[in-house]
């Protein structure tokens, strides 16, 4: 389970977790209804060993202070071009029948019946959202680079606790001013160096956005681009040999990967076990997560959540 996304919310390092799992437990993903559009709930990150084994039904792994979890959803696949193709039909019908077009209320109590005969029918798409409660530093990962979807991980916990105060990372200064000013030559926070990916804007709203790829980033062209008064909004940025991410003015990490010297030692074990794998790549993700987290916290000013 490597994460390829990140969108961080902060919560209080003091929030109490005791009763996690039983929590989670009330809040499991239940199979979507014949009638409804979708479902979402808690579901075991790790896979079971096999039926009957109780430990095999939890929703959260730990480790330590980091604990995994993972949010379920089934979603019925209903095109609204279907039903709006099949409602125009039955309404030239009922035109053709009654000599006259029917009216508002019609179209909608006919558009509210169709959904209902078809919802049934309809295709269930399955979804799974990982997520990193870092309680050390008082994080939570999603794996994603949608903000709504990552709300979503984030309200099914606050649903689950009856209160989880987190809130999206705030940066105490401009992350385009700091994401421009290590282009531009100033240091970069121990460990932290470079990538070959960046994206410049003007200033002004609506403005010209140039995208940069497999680009040296100090070199002239990049120079003559901060001198017209374009900012960087986005930036690749590799710690040590263990992480590569681009990190963007909306603090959400993207294109997050786990590099060579991260990776190296996981792979000289041996294990022939899926769970003992997966464990093992849980402790080394989060691991990589609050090195990474130490060093761009200070970087960047992130407030804390009281």
Known sequence: MFFRNLTLFRFPTSLDLSDFDSHLAECALKPVGPLELASRGFVSPIPPKGEGDDADAALSHRI?????????????????????????????????????????????????????????????????????????????????????????????????????????????????????????GEPLPDGLSLGDECELRDAADNGAVVKCQRQELTGDEIGKHLESGKQVAR??????????????????????????????????????DLRAELDARFALMAAELKRLFSVIEPALKLSKVD
């Open 64 to 184: 330590g202070d980091a604990i995994w979890l993972s949010v379920g959803s089934e979603e019925r696949l209903l095109p609204s071009a279907v039903v709006n193709d099949l409602l125009q039909k039955k309404l030239a019908e009922l035109e053709r029948k009654e000599g006259r077009r029917p009216g508002g209320r019609t179209r909608k109590r006919l558009k509210e019946d169709l959904v209902h005969e078809l919802l049934p029918r309809a295709f269930v798409r399955p979804g799974r959202v990982d997520a990193i409660l870092d309680l050390e530093h008082g994080i939570c990962a999603v794996d994603t680079s949608s903000r709504k979807q990552a709300e979503n991980v984030v309200a099914e916990i606050r649903n689950a606790l009856g209160s989880f105060p987190a809130l999206p990372l705030n940066a105490e200064v401009a992350p385009r001013a700091v994401l421009t000013g290590w282009i531009a």
């Open 235 to 272: 930036l690749a940025l590799t710690l040590d040999d263990h992480v590569a991410f681009v990190l963007g003015e909306d603090l959400v990490l993207r294109k997050f990967k786990l590099l060579d010297g991260a990776v190296d030692a996981l792979e000289s074990s041996e294990r022939d």
